[in-house]
């Protein structure tokens, strides 16, 4: 079954510093790849996607990577704040219907 | 405001007991989802509706049981065949046909179901 390679699993950042987080996937055939932001017993929203025609898109302090050949794209998060704190999921699309989903990465921004 | 609604948030089950998860939407979306969550693992999708009085296996769907019968709900049924039921569920939606960007995955805020 096609997979999306997530890591790190849990990461602790300093207060200003940049996380970042990294997604590996397998099909090249994937057309869009978003990331999710989750609280703790809330569910995920969507916080930035990408579509592979593109190498980078920022929102605010929210930028996404995208490398196709290496079929990678990360998250980095610039001057991370503690409101950052959450579990970041990274997805790709295998169909219409259908998101393949990264473990999730537990990030902790330490104030 | 629009959104999804899930009931409840905690629920708690004797094994050997069906349990039926709630997920109502107001946004108008079409296609609707569920997931199931487990620690450290990424979502797992177990049925999805394109539609009204349709749905779809999805990748975990043993176990489990649905119905579309309004646009608005789509209930979940744990049935005692699901050999571990325990975990956190999600319902979602979408506008439209299917998931892109222009309509992405909208969530509820799930229901922890526990079963002992």
């Known amino acids: 079954q096609q997979q999306v390679k997530q890591s790190p699993q849990s990461l602790i950042v300093q207060k200003g510093g940049i996380s970042i987080i990294n997604c590996a996937y397998e099909n090249t055939a994937f057309d869009y790849f978003p990331w999710y932001q989750q609280f703790p017993g809330k569910g995920p929203a969507l916080l930035i996607a990408i579509r592979p025609d593109v190498s980078e898109k920022k929102e605010g302090r929210f930028t996404i990577s995208f490398n196709k050949s290496a079929k990678q794209f990360s998250l980095h998060i610039m001057d991370s704040q503690p409101g950052d704190s959450a579990t970041y999921f990274c997805a790709s699309k295998g169909s219409n219907y259908q998101l393949i989903w990264g473990a999730g990465t537990k990030l902790i921004i330490k104030p | 405001d629009g959104g999804i609604t899930q009931s409840p948030k905690y629920l708690f089950r004797k094994e050997g007991q069906n349990v039926t998860l709630s997920c109502e939407q107001n946004?108008?979306?079409?296609?609707m989802y569920w997931y199931r969550q487990d620690p450290g693992q990424g979502l797992r999708l177990i049925y999805y509706s394109q539609i009204v009085n349709d749905f779809q296996k999805g990748d975990i769907a043993e176990g489990y049981s649905v119905s579309r019968e309004k646009k608005e709900s789509f209930p979940l049924t744990v049935t005692s065949a699901q050999k571990n039921p325990t975990a956190f569920y999600l319902c979602?939606?979408?506008w439209g046909q299917g998931i892109n960007p222009n309509s992405p995955l909208h969530f509820g805020n799930g229901t922890r179901l526990t079963v002992t």
């Open positions: 979602a939606s979408t």
């Open positions: 946004l108008n979306h079409d296609a």
